[in-house]
Antibody, heavy 121, light 106 residues
């Protein structure tokens, strides 16, 4: 079955760090660029980070730039998001999402189930 | 580029034609996707390139528009269409979503 499974969420204090993981199965991760998208409780979707299929190109939203780092290990079919200096406004469900194959197709055709990150003071 | 959806919510009867609008603050050609998120589930891609239906999506869904103004239409609303719908522009970084439109059954 083609799927993404996100993990690593939890409850932590403001200023803390957390590393999220996303495991891919049923397809070859190295073929696809990947993203993290988050959704605060009761709110809409916010794109967070992008990484190219090879891992040599990354982009981050201004709201997380300098604090979050996206990375991947194609040999292990996995994606990660290192989150540092966490703020209350980072509280959200974090989804890993696959960019559709093909140049320019920067939309998301496969989503993981999400992992909840709660930042509390 | 800001993406603005309207309305933020709507209530319609089964069988009604439903239209949701998404407006970009600058032209984005046809680099627009639509997603459906049913309660308690992950988003699901419905339409890309403004009007191309993703495989497996019912034909009652359609998209149109180019430049700054886009629409998602459900030709005959079904109970299983209760969801929040999001547009997303993808003509460059940052990728961004509209605020969502919640669709309910009257």
């Amino acid at each position: 079955e083609v799927q993404l499974v996100a993990s690593g969420g939890g409850l932590l204090q403001r200023g803390g760090s957390l590393r999220l993981s996303c495991a891919a199965s049923g397809f070859t991760l190295s073929t696809y660029a990947m993203n993290w998208v988050r959704q605060a409780p009761g709110k809409g979707l916010e794109w967070v980070s992008y990484i190219s299929s090879s891992g040599n190109l990354t982009y981050h939203a201004d709201s997380v730039k300098g604090r979050f780092t996206i990375s991947r290990d194609n040999a292990k079919n996995s994606l990660s998001l290192q989150m540092n200096s966490l703020r209350d406004e980072d509280t959200a469900v974090y989804y890993c999402a696959r960019k559709s194959y093909g140049s320019g197709n920067y939309y998301f055709d496969l989503w993981g189930q999400g992992t909840l990150v709660t930042v509390s003071s | 580029i800001q993406m603005t959806q309207s309305p933020s919510s709507l209530s319609a009867s089964v069988g009604d034609r439903v239209t949701i609008t998404c407006r970009a603050s600058q032209g984005i050609n046809n680099y627009l996707a639509w997603y459906q998120q049913k309660p308690g589930t992950v988003p699901n891609l419905l339409i890309y390139a403004a009007s191309t239906l993703q495989s497996g999506v019912p034909s009652r869904f359609s998209g149109s528009g180019s430049g700054t103004d886009f629409t998602l239409t459900i030709s005959s609303l079904q109970p299983e269409d209760v969801a929040t719908y999001y547009c997303q522009k993808y003509n460059g970084s940052p990728l961004s979503f509209g605020g969502g439109t919640k669709v309910e059954i009257k």
